[in-house]
């Protein structure tokens, strides 16, 4: 399912503006990274995608249609969204809160069908879960919440996954899990949207990116299109050094200390 961000401005509390006048595309089965500065307006944006919040100018259209124009669980039965802190203030089994990705589907109060008791087991498989079932979500580290989430939102059996800083507190092992599940996501026609603080990892695993600034996207492009130094100094105030890896033919960033120059 295609997103459309067709000129959307926010702002808080009629502050400074946040996002102004933001525009871009996702194709379906498409992997899209935002890059960009500590409050560029990477969580803002997705926060709008997702109907959470309501942007001051512009619309958002999933497929065709405007996300203004659908219910909250309408847009749940065809958008997830994994966010970067998410807590839990009940003492819910790691399975209960992965089961609650099939609310949209079935209300809150439904038995489990035979469908969704497939969705939920094949949810915890990918995020590699299922020894954590039983044990409380309370009682779990950040990085194995992180895939709890994960696999609820999978169990939604999305048409968009929406994704804010995913791996921040996952290991390197998981990390790499992490994007493999999410590629494999955009390979069978989910759209994937998420906001990435690791350029390498953005230019790994994601077919484009859009770089954000001060609430405007500076460029959008290829990884090696967008990940230059000229971009990358413009948008951070930071010397790095960009080159392509010889056996992933990928391209890598590596920031420069201060003091240090080529």
């Not at 990892?201 to 230059?228: F, K, S």
């Amino acid at each position: 399912m295609r997103i459309t961000i067709d000129r959307i401005s926010f702002s808080y509390n009629g502050a400074v503006p946040v996002l102004r006048e933001v525009s871009l595309a996702v194709d379906s089965g498409e992997l899209f990274a935002l890059i960009g500065p500590n409050g560029s307006g990477k969580s803002t944006l997705l926060r709008i995608v997702s109907g959470v919040l309501r942007p001051g100018a512009g619309e958002i259209r999933l497929g065709e249609v405007p996300i203004a124009a659908l219910s909250t669980r309408r847009i749940a039965q065809r958008l997830a969204m994994v966010e970067q802190d998410r807590s839990m203030g009940f003492d819910f089994s790691v399975r209960e809160v992965v089961a609650m990705g099939r609310i949209p589907h079935t209300g809150r109060f439904a038995r489990e069908s035979e469908r969704d008791r497939r969705a939920i087991e094949r949810a915890m498989k990918l995020a590699d879960i299922h020894g954590l079932a039983s044990r409380s979500i309370l009682a779990i580290s950040g990085g194995e919440r992180q895939r709890v989430f994960l696999a609820m939102a999978l169990a939604q059996e999305p048409e968009t996954l929406l994704l804010d800083e995913p791996t921040t507190h996952l290991d390197l092992r998981h990390q790499v899990q992490f994007m493999s599940i999410v590629r494999e996501q955009a390979k069978e026609g989910t759209t994937v949207l998420l906001a990435v603080h690791d350029l390498t990892l953005a230019a790994q695993a994601t077919d484009r990116i859009g770089l954000l600034n001060e609430g405007r996207i500076l460029v959008t492009g290829r990884p090696a299109e967008v990940l230059t130094r000229p971009h990358l100094r413009r948008a951070f105030d930071v010397e790095v050094v960009v080159g392509e890896d010889a056996e992933t033919r990928t391209t890598y960033v590596v920031p420069l200390l201060l003091g240090h120059s080529q």
